[in-house]
């Protein structure tokens, strides 16, 4: 079923501080025959982006930005993170990562536990695909291999998706999805 | 055997029925495959570790002479998360209205939804313990999963 050609595996790399739910993830990808890295913290998922902190408290000040000689080799297709996570949320990762000129093309996912308009439009805004409600599920996961085929395809020219935000229920909004045009 | 199917397909049914269990459940069964063949249980076990440690952590948090009510949040939100994730829906609402005492700084009501949240974390535990009890039993049996 899945294409055996080593090219078209696309890698996920999942941060969610919940260990269920970075296991529910694991799974999701892996049954969608995807590469699956997961890290439970966004200074994490930087560090394993290659990316040092200018300001952690943790680590060394004096690292800049961006550090190429620190670059992993590893090829990232898409980037799934919780929003609510103790210290950095997934929010200031997903800006961490647009104000990356070596990682704002890759491809940022948001989930959260929570319904809230105003934390949607903000991820969007802020550059994110798509806005999953937890718990994410499979067909929310195979939505994504089109975002994903974008950063394997570096070749394809970069088009400005409209994005349309779509309520299931009129009185109130229940879930709130991003629908981007196919292809 | 099929006495043990029928007995499975009503006892599943009944968690369902009564809200114990919701979709999400159905969706951890349907990742749990040749390559992932004790996910679900795996899963579970997870959740029943971290409820139980939670479930803890609230009780400590409420007997504060000056309850933190952010913290008791927090450990809510976390509780609402995992409960979710797993399907088990009677916890996970237990843990909307706990969150709502919360906001309201009301130690009396978080007690309240404390005990309830216990009690239904308490059945649900007991309910898939004996679901995967009967599960076993089907498999020593011959029986294979998915049940047509």
Do not use: W
Not at chain 1, 152 to 164: D, F, G, H, R
């Amino acid at each position: 079923m899945g294409m055996a050609a080593a090219d078209l595996q696309f890698h996920v790399l999942a941060v969610d501080d919940s260990l269920i739910d970075r296991k529910l993830i694991e799974s999701l990808f892996r049954s969608s025959s995807c590469q699956v890295t997961t890290v439970d913290s966004g200074s994490k998922a930087l560090e394993f982006l290659g990316l040092q902190e200018e300001h952690d408290d943790q680590n060394h000040p004096n690292q800049p930005c961006v550090s190429p000689s620190n670059q992993q080799e590893v090829e990232v297709n898409l980037i799934i993170t919780d929003y609510c996570m103790p210290g950095m949320t997934g929010y200031d990762l997903l800006k961490k990562i647009k104000e990356s000129s070596s990682l704002r093309n890759i491809p940022v996912v948001i989930m959260s536990s929570e319904n809230v308009p105003s934390r949607i439009t903000r991820c969007l805004e802020e550059g994110a695909e798509e806005f999953f409600l937890k718990p994410v599920r499979l067909s929310d996961v195979n939505k994504l291999k089109s975002h994903m085929m974008k950063t394997k395809c570096k070749n394809n020219k970069q088009q400005q998706p409209e994005i349309i935000v779509t309520q299931e229920k009129q009185e109130s909004i229940d879930i709130a999805h991003v629908v981007l045009p196919e292809g | 055997m099929e006495q043990l199917q029928r007995k499975l397909a009503e006892y599943t049914t009944s968690l369902y029925n009564e809200k114990i269990l919701d979709e999400q459940f159905i969706q951890l069964q349907q990742l749990q495959d040749e390559s992932n063949p004790d996910f679900v249980v795996e899963v579970v076990s997870l959740f029943f570790e971290d409820s139980e440690r939670l479930l803890n952590e609230l009780a400590k948090a409420l007997n504060q002479a000056n309850v933190d009510f952010k913290k008791l949040d927090a450990h809510v939100h976390q509780m609402k998360g995992s409960s979710s994730s797993i399907g088990a829906q009677r916890v996970q609402r237990g843990c909307i209205a706990f969150r709502n005492y919360c906001d309201d700084r009301n130690v009396e009501g978080c007690l309240k939804c404390l005990q309830q949240v216990k009690n239904e974390y308490t059945l649900v535990k007991n309910k898939l313990e004996t679901l995967f009890k009967l599960e076993k039993q089907f498999v020593d049996a011959g029986g294979s999963f998915p049940i047509v």
